[in-house]
């Protein structure tokens, strides 16, 4: 169920995170993003619940005018968290980007790259998700150069089918987004590490 703004929820503190328990284990933990699991209490916030940091917004969702600004500042965290872990201290890096996401807006350059779509709410959508791609690749690049890609198992997942009300497409299955249908419930997602016994495997389950 969403948390709204001005609701007193939170997930509950007695259900342990991840981060929690990976702490235990002797990782640095840090989020950058976006919070969306409650914030009406600290109990509730992320250093509260395992995070040695948090840089980010707390919500659902932010102004697209504000977070696409806000994005390039989340990379350069990210990045700077990256550089000054040690190589000896393992690392746990969760990164909830608002991309991709209503309201729909997204920096001018990133639109102009599909100028050939002539539905401009389509358009915008699609900027969104390479602005997305960038800080990706921005945080890949930098895990590179600190020595830390090849023993890093990489995790990405969105966490719901696109909305079509929003430009989100999810052909060819029924429904999207708040929908129990598989366009609402199926995702993309993969998992890349050199430590995965498998590779090269792709499941459309």
């Given at each position: 169920m969403a948390m709204l703004p001005a609701q007193p929820s939170g997930v509950p503190s007695h259900f342990p995170f991840l981060p929690e328990k990976l702490k235990e284990l002797g990782y640095a933990t840090h989020v950058?993003?976006?919070?969306?699991?409650?914030?009406?209490?600290?109990?509730y916030t992320p250093t509260y619940r395992g995070f040695d940091s948090f840089y980010g917004f707390y919500n659902g969702q932010d102004d697209m005018t504000t977070?696409?600004?806000?994005?390039?500042?989340?990379?350069?965290?990210?990045?700077d968290i990256i550089e000054k872990n040690p190589l000896s201290l393992p690392l746990f890096l969760y990164l909830p980007f608002?991309?991709?996401?209503?309201?729909?807006?997204?920096l001018k350059r990133f639109e102009d790259m599909y100028s050939n779509i002539q539905n401009e709410s389509r358009r915008i959508f699609l900027g969104m998700v390479s602005a997305m791609d960038e800080g990706i690749g921005n945080v890949t690049m930098a895990m590179k150069r600190a020595g830390?890609?090849?023993?890093?198992l990489l995790i990405f997942t969105a966490d719901n089918g696109g909305w079509p009300l929003f430009s989100g497409n999810n052909f060819s299955l029924r429904g999207g987004k708040i929908t129990l249908w598989e366009g609402g419930t199926r995702a993309a997602a993969f998992v890349h590490g050199s430590m995965l016994q498998k590779t090269g495997y792709t499941s459309n389950k």
């Open positions: 950058v993003g976006k919070w969306h699991l409650g914030f009406c209490n600290w109990n977070t696409s600004i806000l994005f390039y500042f989340f990379t350069e965290r990210i990045v608002q991309n991709v996401h209503e309201p729909l807006q997204v830390l890609w090849d023993n890093t």
